[in-house]
Structures are given as structure tokens and as C-alpha cells.
């Protein structure tokens, strides 16, 4: 255990010291920051101009398969023809879903009065602003 902490200060110790010597030659070839800021900058662009490039692509990728897709059952449909004997059993499926789907009701409104409440959240004061008066 003893010897794993010694390595690892002794790593830290190596690091920091490389670290340190970095900092100065880039503060000496660098002194205001601008070419690590051009740098800085060239990254986050171009990074941004890549994944613009992906996206593009990927999305014309997507719309040539659907469109491929949509080209292929288009030419299966054709060729299948719809007779009259179908489109009356169609319709006729159709017909009788559309009734299916509502209720038989006897069509009796009853109309109760409810006794309100005073409640301040519907209260007109409480809704207007109130302006202070001008110091004049």
C-alpha cells in the first residue's frame, strides 16, 4: 500500500513538473492567447462543419430509401386492380363500422343548479393592476 501511494505522488510529482515546463514554452511562443484562441476556434468549426456534413448526408440517405421504398409499392399497387365486388365489400365494412360506433341513448338533459361559492380566485379585484399614484 505504502509503495503504490510513493508511485503515484512520485507520478503526480513528474506530471506537474512536465506540466509547469508546458506552460512556460507555450506562454513563451504564446504570450496573449491568440493563436491558442485560433486554435480554439478552428476546432469548435470545424467540428460544427463536420456534423453538419453528417447530418446533411444522413438525411438524403433517409430520403432516397423512403423513396425507394415508396417507388417499389407503387409499382406492386398497380398492378393490383380493385373490382366493383371489392369495392362494395369495402364500403359496405365501412358502412356498418361507422353505426357500430355509437350508442343507442335516450337523449334526456337534466340541468342541476350548483350553489357557488365565493372563491377570490374569481374575483375581479384581484385581477386588476393597480397603479400606484404620480408623484407630481
Partial sequence: MFLFAFQQSAIDTLTRGRIEQNAEKFSQLDAYGI??????????FSSLL????????????INNRIKKKQTQSESKS???????????????????????LHDKENMVLTINRVARVYSPWSS???GLRQYPRSRG
Wanted: overall charge negative.
Fill in 124 to 126: 375581479k379585484i384581484y
Fill in 35 to 44: 493563436g491558442l484562441t485560433f486554435i480554439g476556434m478552428a476546432v469548435v
Fill in 50 to 61: 463536420l456534423l453538419y456534413i453528417v447530418f446533411y448526408n444522413l438525411t438524403k440517405a
Fill in 78 to 100: 398497380e398492378n393490383a386492380e380493385l373490382t366493383g365486388e371489392v369495392n362494395a365489400a369495402i364500403s359496405t365494412a365501412i358502412f356498418l363500422y361507422l353505426n357500430e
